[in-house]
Every structure is written in C-alpha cells, then in structure tokens.
Nanobody, 123 residues
Framework: QVQLVESGGGLVQAGGSLTLSCAASGRTFSRDAMGWFRQAPGKARIMVATIHWSGGGTYYLDSVNGRFTISRDNVKNMVHLQMNSLKPEDTAVYYC????????????????WGQGTQVTVSS
C-alpha cells in the first residue's frame, strides 16, 4: 500500500519555525517530483513548494520564497519543508504530494496525497 505520511505540524508564534516531514512508503519515489501544498479554511488547495526527483530543481510560491526550503532524501524516501519566519497567513493544513513530473505537480495532476498536517501560526 502506497502512503505519504506527514509529520511536524503544530502551533507556533509568528516569526517562529517548523519543519514538516513526509515519509513515503509502499514504493520508491526517487523518480517522482515531490511537493507541498496547503489549504486554508474556505480556500482552495495551493502549491507551496516542489522539488525535482534529482533534487536539482525547486519551485516556491512567491509568498514563501526565501522563508521556506524544500528538500528530499531519496535513500530514506522522505521530503521535508523547512519553514522559517512564519506568518499568521501561513496557517493551513499542509499536504505532501507525489507526481510523475514537475509539470504535472504544478498542474495538480498528483498521483498520491498525504493526509495533511495542521500548521497554525499565532500573531
């Protein structure tokens, strides 16, 4: 059974940091694009960061660029999202995702989703 399981969410004050992790199991994801999306209450799910299977190409939502860093460990089948200088507007459920290419990820043609982890940033 293929699964993506997120961890690391929680409550943090504005200006603080959190690191989200996504553990993939069931098969290797070393050739997949991986990404993080988020969904705030009443809003659509949007892409926050993506990373090429090689780790050599990354993309960030403008509002998080310079504050968030996506990384992956293909040996451990994991992807991480380091979030610094968090703002209240970063509050959302964060989802890990896997897709066969960066282009498909950006088109939200996602093969696998995690169950989500809540991030709450207080002001």
């Amino acid at each position: 059974q293929v699964q993506l399981v997120e961890s690391g969410g929680g409550l943090v004050q504005a200006g603080g940091s959190l690191t989200l992790s996504c553990a993939a199991s069931g098969r290797t994801f070393s050739r997949d694009a991986m990404g993080w999306f988020r969904q705030a209450p009443g809003k659509a799910r949007i892409m926050v960061a993506t990373i090429h299977w090689s780790g050599g190409g990354t993309y960030y939502l403008d509002s998080v660029n310079g504050r968030f860093t996506i990384s992956r460990d293909n040996v451990k089948n994991m992807v991480h999202l380091q979030m610094n200088s968090l703002k209240p507007e970063d509050t959302a459920v964060y989802y890990c995702a896997a897709a066969s290419s960066l282009a498909k990820m950006q088109a939200k043609v996602v093969d696998y989703w995690g169950q989500g982890t809540q991030v709450t940033v207080s002001s």
